[in-house]
């Protein structure tokens, strides 16, 4: 099994920064994918950023030029840098995973969520 951590969201004045991690512990062997949904109130889950395990990076159109994808694979932490943050950022964000785990077989799952809240 895996668990998930996530850190790293807050309140923060439109043009700031945050950065999310999402940290991993348990039987990984490596990670496949990553990524990033944010889910504003009244608004549809929104997929932010995608880093396949090959390392292509997709971004949403929204987010394109100002957030960041990374990762530590010797860590098992994810991140999602966001910076010149905009108030229609706001939302919990999601890191959701897919590990390699150490039988062979693969897991995947969401994180707990964390709340960035952007005033403008």
């Known amino acids: 099994q895996v668990h998930l951590v996530e850190s790293g969201g807050g309140l923060v004045q439109a043009g700031g920064s945050l950065r999310l991690s999402c940290a991993a512990s348990?039987?990984?062997?490596?990670?496949?994918?990553m990524e990033w949904y944010r889910q504003a109130p009244g608004k549809q889950r929104e997929l932010v950023a995608e880093?396949?395990?090959?390392?292509?990076?997709n971004y949403a159109n929204s987010v394109k030029g100002r957030f960041t994808i990374s990762r530590d694979n010797a860590k098992n932490i994810e991140y999602l840098q966001m910076n010149r943050l905009k108030p229609e950022d706001t939302g919990v964000y999601y890191c959701?995973?897919?590990?390699?785990?150490?039988?062979?077989?693969?897991?995947?799952?969401r994180g707990q969520g964390t709340q960035v809240t952007v005033s403008s």
């Open positions: 959701y995973p897919e590990y390699l785990i150490e039988n062979g077989s693969t897991w995947s799952g």
């Open positions: 348990g039987s990984i062997t490596r990670i496949n994918t």
């Open positions: 880093m396949t395990r090959g390392g292509s990076i």
